[in-house]
């Protein structure tokens, strides 16, 4: 049965040494679990019983495309109008607890493992109803349309009915659960689940345009970024502007798995065409 990490808050004692693993450079930020505490949560209008540990958001000159939380829903809690913006496409995965969600009238159970896509003017609740806080990731994304081809569908569905598709060579070591297909062009952003066994390698430094957020579910690795090997454990997060290079190395002793985000399938901007 796969586990998922997620914060639980709180404060270190003030006995703990300060020195950490967190770094904020011109290509990448690590954010470790230990970062994740009490004094540095928020909440959201429209939300109840809620708080959040906002781990990304769009910054000029370093990635601009996204937003992701780490949401905390109490029982009990949730909301009828998440978010005003009505540009925005949303992703969310669940690792604890229980969730309804509401999609154009349409009411979905979320278990762990849960996943749901809400396009954009799209509207949708969420109600946390088991005994215990609904954890999730909620991330966030300006829909950009193409000339010709319609906005995609919302659906809901659980990574643990999706296939795990190896990656080409690996042996099945390095492979990825897609909830959409690559060649879909209605879709402008995928958020997937990559997963390394022990021993499995990124074995070159991937360069290219699209931006990350990667938050680490399970178990831990070396992960390459721009010049710094960096170690990772689930828990903590990881997001890389466009061009940062990366690589990793998952050492086990078990399997290493993130929830990654990147943005695909569109031009370009050569102007402020929409990050309106």
């Known amino acids: 049965m796969t586990s998922y990490y997620a914060p639980q808050g709180g404060l270190p ?3 703990t040494l300060m020195t950490g693993r967190a770094v904020f450079t011109e ?5 470790p679990k230990g970062c994740f505490s009490d004094i540095v949560t928020s909440y959201l209008p429209g939300w109840t019983q809620t708080r959040l540990w906002l781990i990304a958001r769009p910054m000029s000159g370093f990635s601009e495309t996204f937003s992701q939380y780490v949401m905390e829903v109490q029982p009990g809690g949730g909301s009828d109008a998440p978010d005003e913006d009505k540009g925005a496409e949303h ?14 009238g349409q009411s979905y159970d ?38 010709g081809i319609p906005a995609p569908q919302p659906f809901v569905t659980n990574e643990q009915a999706m296939p795990l598709r190896p990656m080409p060579d690996t042996n099945g070591v390095w492979a990825t659960t897609r ?15 990559v997963t390394f066994q022990p021993g499995g390698v990124i074995p070159f430094e991937e360069t290219h345009v699209m931006e990350h957020g990667l938050y680490v579910l399970e178990g831990r690795a070396v992960y390459k970024l721009n010049r710094d090997w960096v170690e990772v454990e689930a828990g903590d997060f990881m997001w890389l502007r466009a061009y940062c290079p990366q690589a990793c190395y998952a050492a086990g002793p078990g399997p290493f798995r993130y929830l990654l985000y990147k943005d695909v399938n569109r031009h370009a901007a050569l102007r402020d065409t929409f990050n309106r």
Request: glycine fraction near 6%; aromatic fraction near 14%.
């Open 27 to 31: 290509a990448y930020a690590v954010i």
């Open 91 to 104: 992703w969310l995965f669940l690792t604890h607890g229980e969730a309804t969600v509401t999609i154009a």
């Open 110 to 147: 979320l278990s762990p493992g849960g996943y749901a896509y809400i396009p954009a003017a799209t509207p949708w609740t969420l109600l946390a109803e088991g005994p215990t806080p609904a954890r999730f990731h909620w991330i966030r994304k300006l829909y950009q349309p193409a000339p």
């Open 179 to 193: 909830f959409v297909e690559p060649t879909d062009l209605s879709h402008d952003a995928h958020v997937n689940i």
């Open 13 to 15: 004692p003030q006995t």
